[in-house]
T-cell receptor, first 116, second 110 residues
Framework: DQQVKQNSPSLSVQEGRISILNCDYT??????FLWYKKYPAEGPTFLISISSIKDKNEDGRFTVFLNKSAKHLSLHIVPSQPGDSAVYFC???????????????FGQGTILTVHP | DGGITQSPKYLFRKEGQNVTLSCEQN?????MYWYRQDPGQGLRLIYYSQIVNDFQKGDIAEGYSVSREKKESFPLTVTSAQKNPTAFYLCASIRVNEAFFGQGTRLTVV
């Protein structure tokens, strides 16, 4: 059972335009969400996160939106740059009352290609 | 520099062999995880350990084994019982819900 889903395997965007990557989840216990970026043959690197007490978090060109009622989050990249081309994973965890050992559940990933 | 070190980067295994993938961290994190990445399937959890001498099965533990004798080390053994071991393996340590990943090991069965 896929608890975190990224239904778009790939996304192609022109440089300078907005990239929107989507993620849906089914487990209502998830209360913390993260986005990771991954280049081929490398480990994922952390991008941005959001707690369920917020509906938006912004860091430079990256903004994550959370819609708890729809169990949906999205990552916006504005403006998109060719260096943003990578696989993007969303991940979710249930904080289990504040422990620091949250098990992360990942989506399938979306391949973003930004054309010059 | 602090981080997660996985070795080797590339590993070839003959059918029927057991192989062990190394994962070391100097971040002083208690929790360590092993994930497997296959095309179109994202990262799937194999095993995880929240404390030394304790570990739990993840979603796809069959055919794998782990040990956690030291806080810094969490090796993964891919046994001959794993029917489809060719994949990219990622080790991570986790602190306050953020995962720090190693560079990965590409395992290929020949």
């Amino acid at each position: 059972d896929q608890q975190v889903k990224q239904n778009s395997p790939s996304l192609s965007v022109q440089e300078g335009r907005i990239s929107i990557l989507n993620c849906d989840y089914t487990n209502s216990m998830f209360d913390y969400f993260l986005w990771y970026k991954k280049y081929p043959a490398e480990g994922p690197t952390f991008l941005i996160s959001i707690s369920s007490i917020k509906d938006k978090n912004e860091d430079g060109r990256f903004t994550v939106f959370l819609n708890k009622s729809a169990k949906h989050l999205s990552l916006h990249i504005v403006p998109s740059q060719p260096g943003d081309s990578a696989v993007y994973f969303c991940a979710a965890t249930a904080n289990a009352g504040g422990t620091s050992y949250g098990k992360l559940t990942f989506g399938q990933g979306t391949i973003l290609t930004v054309h010059p | 520099d602090g981080g997660i070190t996985q070795s080797p980067k590339y590993l070839f295994r003959k059918e029927g062999q057991n192989v062990t993938l190394s994962c070391e961290q100097n971040l002083n994190h208690d929790a360590m995880y092993w994930y497997r990445q296959d095309p179109g399937q994202g990262l799937r959890l194999i095993y995880y350990s929240q404390i030394v001498n304790d570990f739990q099965k993840g979603d796809i533990a069959e055919g794998y084994s782990v040990s956690r004798e030291k806080k810094e080390s969490f090796p993964l053994t891919v046994t001959s019982a794993q029917k489809n071991p060719t994949a990219f393996y990622l080790c991570a340590s986790i602190r306050v819900n953020e995962a720090f990943f190693g560079q990965g090991t590409r395992l290929t069965v020949v």
